[in-house]
């Protein structure tokens, strides 16, 4: 039973985001104040993507750069087969989701992989690391341009994003720009970056922490709790299990049937179904400006949740069995 709750109980900053949301719902800021919050958020989530910038190798880049094959795999996985998962929940908007929820998670499914997490845990389970690296790396970059157009194409003007070329230069201007500034000035400032990497791990959640008060602060504002049904949060949670419940089997009988290694097929699994809270959040913010932002954040706060549960129990029997898959997933 210890065991098991190790597994199950909620990390420190799962914790930190909980007590962010409860905060906002009870004492978000209003007017001038509000507006100060709003700038100070744009000027960490551009922080935050310079840093990720600065940390990206460029030697992993190359070493794992000519496995296309895989990459493309993952791409597909991220931003075609998920989008289409979230098209079968279409009957439950309306009826078990409000509109908003319907949308947050239609924003879950488009959009890019994690970085760190999907690595750490290809790592863990003894997986390809170098096309880790580059194909979570990829699939945040396309992100950019791919997660805008997709839900455009998912949910249309009814998601609220009715300029997807002005939301996908907004998103440049703030996340892509830093980041690759970032990079270009790794070769001067990577040393300090490894050497900060523990005060920088507190840097990104600290900047995921204020964007998701801002949100919430705002959402509270304009009456997200009282708009939304108590069975439609509970709805969100179930669908975000599901989701996930349903991607990584798929995923992983999909490497299998196209020929992959083992290491292969656990870089495709991890990188494969897992969405990105760091840079979902920011995007969402900048996509949804005025509208609903704190419910559309909530389902991939919920799935960002059981990923981390999912994913750290799976890479830890990969890593105690090298040879043999799990059978769950096989």
Request: contains cysteine.
């Amino acid at each position: 039973m210890t065991r098991w709750w190790s597994r199950l109980r909620p990390d420190n900053f799962t914790l930190a985001l909980l007590g962010t949301v409860l905060l906002a719902s009870f004492l978000p800021m209003h007017g001038p104040a509000a507006m100060v919050l709003d700038d100070v958020t744009d000027v960490a989530i551009a922080a935050l993507f310079f840093l990720h910038g600065a940390r990206l190798p460029r030697e992993s880049i190359m070493a794992g750069l000519l496995h296309w094959r895989l990459h493309l795999t993952i791409l597909a996985c991220t931003f075609v087969l998920f989008p289409l998962f979230g098209l079968a929940f279409k009957p439950l908007d309306g009826w078990l989701l409000t509109p908003e929820l319907y949308i947050g998670v239609l924003f879950l499914c488009a959009l890019p992989s994690t970085v760190q997490s999907s690595i750490a845990f290809t790592s863990l389970a003894r997986g390809n690391v170098p096309a880790a690296v580059v194909s979570a790396s990829l699939s945040s970059i396309l992100g950019v341009f791919l997660t805008p157009l997709l839900l455009a194409l998912l949910a249309g003007t009814a998601g609220g994003m009715h300029n997807p070329g002005q939301a996908i230069l907004s998103i440049m201007l703030q996340l892509l720009v830093p980041f690759v500034a970032g990079h270009l000035l790794r070769p001067w400032i990577a040393r300090w970056v490894e050497r900060q990497r523990a005060l920088l791990r507190y840097t990104d959640q600290g900047t995921i922490l204020l964007v998701v008060y801002s949100a919430f602060g705002e959402a509270v504002n304009e009456g997200l709790w009282s708009k939304t049904p108590l069975l439609s949060l509970l709805t969100v949670a179930v669908v975000a299990a599901v989701l996930l419940g349903i991607a990584m089997p798929t995923i992983a009988f999909l490497s299998r049937r196209l020929g992959f290694n083992r290491e292969d097929r656990i870089t495709i699994l991890f990188c494969g179904s897992k969405k990105s809270l760091a840079t979902g959040v920011p995007m969402a913010k900048i996509l949804f400006a005025g509208g609903s932002l704190g419910a559309i954040v909530l389902p991939i706060m919920i799935y960002h949740q059981i990923q981390l549960i999912v994913c750290a129990m799976i890479a830890q029997r990969y890593a105690r069995d090298p040879v043999v898959n799990p059978a769950p997933l096989d």
